[in-house]
């Protein structure tokens, strides 16, 4: 990314308490941008802030996503705080609980709506005409998880699954205002929530095998697809769909067969 890419404009994102999150509100301040960081932890907010690029502008705001006055409220305070949003960047999600229809109850399948898909549309809803005012930019982070389904992650893939085709709807609905709607999607990037797969070493070695590049993928790596989505060189990029996941994609599921 070159450098001041950003400069002058103001960019918030979701879920930053670590991970994707983070790197990806650490790329734009690099790139010049005053950049708002909402999640619910204030301390791990603080530590993302404390470790910004020298010199660079990052604000911690605590807010829960599901909440929407909540965060209807705090979206339009940062708009009229720094006179403009350029871009949103829904980030916050949780994977938790896991299990099958069977598995769930109503409270847990609630727990992951609320956050993964309730929260992007509160969000992206407030952040509308403020984009709109500027030309700026949605990206929604969704997953792997949205684009194919995973064994025991009933209401995460349900969840994933709604964050890409709102995606689509959003791009189709505002792109004509000069709002762009992208989404990327990571799978099995080394962060808080996929930790705990990762402690299972039968886990790794069966991901691995079907990971092309044969390693996961560092929260960098997806911050800097999300930048180029919310900057100038995707001007004409309009509900496009990104996968950050190795090669796992490109395969239609069968072993190795030669």
Not at 40 to 67: E, M, W
């Given at each position: 990314?070159?450098?001041?890419?950003?400069?002058?404009?103001?960019?918030?994102?979701?879920?930053?308490?670590?991970?994707?999150?983070?790197?990806?509100a650490?790329?734009f301040?690099?790139?010049?941008?005053?950049?708002?960081?909402?999640g619910?932890?204030?301390a791990?907010?603080?530590?993302?802030?404390?470790?910004?690029?020298?010199?660079?502008?990052?604000?911690?705001?605590?807010?829960?996503?599901?909440?929407?006055?909540?965060?209807?409220?705090?979206?339009?305070?940062?708009?009229?705080?720094?006179?403009?949003?350029?871009?949103?960047?829904?980030?916050?999600?949780?994977?938790?609980?896991?299990?099958?229809?069977?598995?769930?109850?109503?409270?847990?399948?609630?727990?992951?709506?609320?956050?993964?898909?309730?929260?992007?549309?509160?969000?992206?809803?407030?952040?509308?005409?403020?984009?709109?005012?500027?030309?700026g930019?949605?990206?929604?982070?969704?997953?792997?998880?949205?684009?194919?389904?995973?064994?025991?992650?009933?209401?995460?893939?349900?969840?994933?699954?709604?964050?890409?085709?709102?995606?689509?709807?959003?791009?189709?609905?505002?792109?004509?205002?000069?709002?762009?709607?992208?989404?990327v999607?990571?799978?099995?990037?080394?962060?808080?929530?996929?930790?705990?797969?990762?402690?299972?070493?039968?886990?790794?070695?069966?991901?691995?095998?079907?990971?092309?590049?044969r390693?996961?993928?560092?929260?960098?790596?997806?911050?800097?697809v999300?930048?180029?989505?919310?900057?100038?060189?995707?001007?004409?990029?309009?509900?496009?769909?990104?996968?950050?996941?190795?090669?796992?994609?490109?395969?239609?599921?069968?072993?190795?067969?030669?």
């Amino acid at each position: 990314m070159t450098e001041n890419t950003f400069t002058g404009k103001v960019a918030i994102v979701t879920g930053d308490g670590s991970g994707i999150g983070a790197a990806t509100a650490h790329r734009f301040a690099a790139g010049g941008a005053t950049v708002v960081i909402i999640g619910r932890t204030k301390a791990k907010l603080n530590q993302v802030v404390s470790q910004a690029p020298t010199g660079s502008t990052l604000i911690a705001r605590v807010g829960d996503l599901s909440d929407e006055e909540g965060i209807t409220r705090l979206v339009n305070v940062v708009a009229d705080d720094h006179c403009r949003l350029d871009t949103l960047v829904n980030n916050a999600a949780t994977v938790e609980p896991l299990g099958t229809v069977s598995d769930l109850d109503a409270a847990g399948w609630r727990r992951v709506m609320s956050t993964d898909v309730d929260g992007v549309f509160y969000a992206s809803k407030a952040a509308l005409p403020h984009l709109r005012a500027v030309g700026g930019s949605i990206v929604n982070v969704g997953s792997a998880s949205g684009l194919g389904g995973d064994w025991g992650l009933a209401a995460y893939d349900a969840a994933k699954g709604a964050v890409t085709n709102l995606t689509n709807a959003m791009a189709l609905d505002h792109g004509a205002e000069g709002v762009r709607v992208n989404a990327v999607h990571p799978s099995m990037i080394s962060t808080d929530m996929t930790a705990g797969f990762l402690q299972s070493d039968e886990i790794v070695a069966a991901a691995l095998n079907r990971v092309q590049m044969r390693r996961f993928g560092e929260p960098a790596e997806a911050a800097s697809v999300i930048t180029f989505l919310a900057g100038s060189a995707a001007s004409y990029v309009n509900g496009a769909h990104i996968r950050v996941d190795g090669g796992l994609g490109a395969s239609n599921g069968n072993p190795h067969l030669a």
